[in-house]
Nanobody, 118 residues
Framework: EVQLVESGGGLVQAGGSLRLSCAAS????????IGWFRQAPGKEREGVSC????????DYADSVKGRFTISRDKANNTVYLQMNSLKPEDTAVYYC???????????WGQGTQVTVSS
């Protein structure tokens, strides 16, 4: 069974840090791009960051650039999102996504809640 399991969410004060983890199993990890998305109440799901497992290329949304860092641990089939200088506007459910092409495949984790208080 293909699985993406997120962990590391929680409640943090503004200016604090959290590290999210996405643990993958059931597919060939090296062939995928792994991304983090988030969805706040009343808003559409938004791409936050992504990383190519094979070559480490990464990208970030403008809203998190300079504050968040995505990384991969190929030995443990895990992608991390280090979130620093957190703001209340970062509050959302964060989802891990895996995608490859060809052939096209896409999988989603179940999400982890991040809440940032003032």
């Amino acid at each position: 069974e293909v699985q993406l399991v997120e962990s590391g969410g929680g409640l943090v004060q503004a200016g604090g840090s959290l590290r999210l983890s996405c643990a993958a199993s059931g597919f060939t990890f090296d062939r995928y791009v792994i991304g983090w998305f988030r969805q706040a109440p009343g808003k559409e799901r938004e791409g936050v960051s992504c990383i190519s497992i094979s070559d480490g290329r990464s990208d970030y949304a403008d809203s998190v650039k300079g504050r968040f860092t995505i990384s991969r641990d190929k030995a443990n089939n895990t992608v991390y999102l280090q979130m620093n200088s957190l703001k209340p506007e970062d509050t959302a459910v964060y989802y891990c996504n895996g995608e490859r092409s060809p052939p096209w495949r896409r999988y989603w984790g179940q999400g982890t809640q991040v809440t940032v208080s003032s």
